[in-house]
Every structure is written in C-alpha cells, then in structure tokens.
C-alpha cells in the first residue's frame, strides 16, 4: 500500500519523537535513554549533525504526524574511481505503523535522493540480533557482501 509521505529534514522540534521511536525496539531500549537529564545530549548531536554538509538527519510524516525517521551520511572515497557512497542508518518506523509498507517508501525515497547527490552505492550496517531487519533488507535489495567489525572505543 502506498502512502502520501512527506519528508523533510529534521528540526529540534522533532529531537523528542525521533528518540522515542529509537527507543521503541528492544535493542534501542537497551542503549537509549528516555528522560529530561540526557535530552542535552542528543540536542547536541542533533546540532552537529545539522551543521554537517555530508548529513541528513530525515523526518518522514504522514498527514503531518512524524511516522518514521533515517540518516543518511554521504562518505567520499578514492576507490571507485573517487566514488561517493550513503550509509542509511538509525531508519525506524513508529511502532503503530510498522509492517504497512513505510519502510519500503523510505527507502526508495533514500535511494533516489543519495542518487540525485552522485552516490554510486547506498549501504547499512544492522545488528545480527535483528533477524527481522535482515529479512527486510534482503526484501528491497541489499546484499550482505561484506563482513563487518566493530571495536568499542
């Protein structure tokens, strides 16, 4: 089913709505914290992400109610020739709406605008732990091809 979303960039207007749906799964629940006394610390994320060129924290609304959310960061490389790449990341769907085809949307919209910036590969990490998101991802076109590796610093 398509629907007529809307989506635009993010304000600090939307910080509260776009914590609250990275809080709604259950790995977000478990790094995340609700609650006035970090607020801080995501509005100045929020800032710094704002004044970077290279990304774009997006809202996504359906009849004016924020439905969703992504990031995307647009990483310039040597390989390929020099090649510009966009990693989509933090994408969530609020809970009510999830499994009625947003995703999907979002991620097309995603693809059109790394695309309309001269990005030759749009990429992601997910969690292993989300057997779920794995599935979608798999469903719109993404292929694991790399093994990724992270160090706690």
């Keep these: ?5 809307s989506y ?13 749906m990275l809080f709604d799964d259950p790995l977000g629940v478990a790094r995340e914290i609700k609650g006035i006394i970090v607020f801080d610390t995501y509005t100045r994320a929020f800032n710094r ?11 996504v609304e359906l009849d004016g109610k924020v439905v969703g959310t992504y990031q995307l960061t647009y ?9 510009l790449r966009a990693q989509i990341e933090a994408v969530r769907v609020a ?14 919209y995603a693809s059109e605008q790394a695309k309309s910036k001269g990005c ?21 076109g993404y292929v694991a091809t790399h ?3 992270k160090l706690k610093l």
């Design 1 to 5: 089913m398509e629907h007529n979303l």
């Design 8 to 20: 635009r960039l993010a304000d600090e207007s939307d910080i509260k709505k776009i914590v609250e």
């Design 49 to 59: 992400i704002k004044a970077d060129p290279n990304q774009e924290l997006t809202v």
């Design 75 to 83: 990483i310039q490389y040597l390989t390929h020739q020099g090649g």
């Design 95 to 108: 809970s009510e709406w999830r499994g009625k085809g947003i995703g999907r949307q979002m991620f097309a």
């Design 120 to 140: 030759y590969i749009m990429q992601l990490t997910t969690d292993k732990r989300r057997p779920e998101a794995l599935k979608f991802y798999e469903s719109i």
């Design 147 to 149: 093994e990724g590796m």
